[in-house]
């Protein structure tokens, strides 16, 4: 069974400072996503990495895939309140036909 | 809108009851793949389709089936409810440019 481990699972900051959020397996993923998911609302898709040792920057946010392709980081820059929210790793296995097994998320609260 | 349209969006019902959601998947994606969302298990794989045939399956309880229709709209079953089932489901389909597409989910509450 593949496990994704998340941290920290709660997250309260103010207005302007960064962030990392980590996503740790013992496990290969052929990928891994990152997911933003608002109250009442399905995850969305933010950013997908393949390639070990892959960065990718989405305007304020920096995704980072371990070169073994078993781990992964978020990190935010300068935090707004808008940036509140759950956000998800998941990875698809080898071979799984895009399966993804999620971690439990980090709850992130961006104080103004 | 996603484009993945799940209905209903909440629905309360008694143990020991029957419910169907019901998902369409975004047009032109042939895949669908249904989780369960819960406080202590984050979002769990139920089972996953690809136009018409069942590709794969998580933990999904045998109290719980699914299928997908010829106009590649899916349905998945829920029997006999017990407390426990309590969550939100939801599913997404996929695309190969633009990967997971969620729908809103379903909030089942069982009473």
């Known amino acids: 069974t593949q496990l994704l481990e998340q941290s920290p699972q709660f997250l309260s900051i103010q207005e302007g400072e960064n962030l990392t959020v980590y996503c740790n397996s013992s496990s290969v993923f052929s990928s891994l996503q990152w997911y933003r998911q608002e109250p009442g609302e399905g995850p969305v898709l933010l950013v997908t990495?393949?390639?070990?040792?892959e960065v990718k920057k989405l305007k304020r946010l920096t995704f980072q895939f371990g070169d073994a392709r078993k781990d992964s980081s978020l990190h935010i820059t300068a935090a707004q309140p808008g940036d509140t929210g759950l956000y998800l790793c998941a990875g698809a296995g080898v071979g799984s036909n895009y399966k993804l097994t999620f971690g439990k998320g980090t709850l992130l609260t961006v104080n103004p | 809108d996603s484009g993945v349209t799940q209905t209903p969006k909440h629905l309360i019902t008694a143990t020991g009851q029957r419910v169907t959601l019901r998902c369409s998947p975004r047009s032109g994606d042939l895949s669908v793949y249904w989780y369960q969302q819960s406080l202590d298990q984050g979002l769990q794989f139920l089972i996953q389709?690809?136009?018409?045939?069942?590709?794969a399956k998580g933990n999904i309880l045998e109290r719980f089936s699914a299928q997908q229709f010829p106009d590649l709209h899916s349905e998945l079953n829920l029997s006999s409810l017990e407390l426990g089932d309590s969550a939100l489901y939801f599913c997404?389909?996929?695309?190969?440019?633009?990967?997971?597409?969620f729908g809103s989910g379903t909030r089942l509450t069982v009473v």
């Open positions: 990495v393949v390639t070990g040792g």
């Open positions: 997404a389909s996929r695309d190969r440019r633009f990967g997971y597409t």
């Open positions: 389709y690809y136009n018409g045939e069942e590709r």
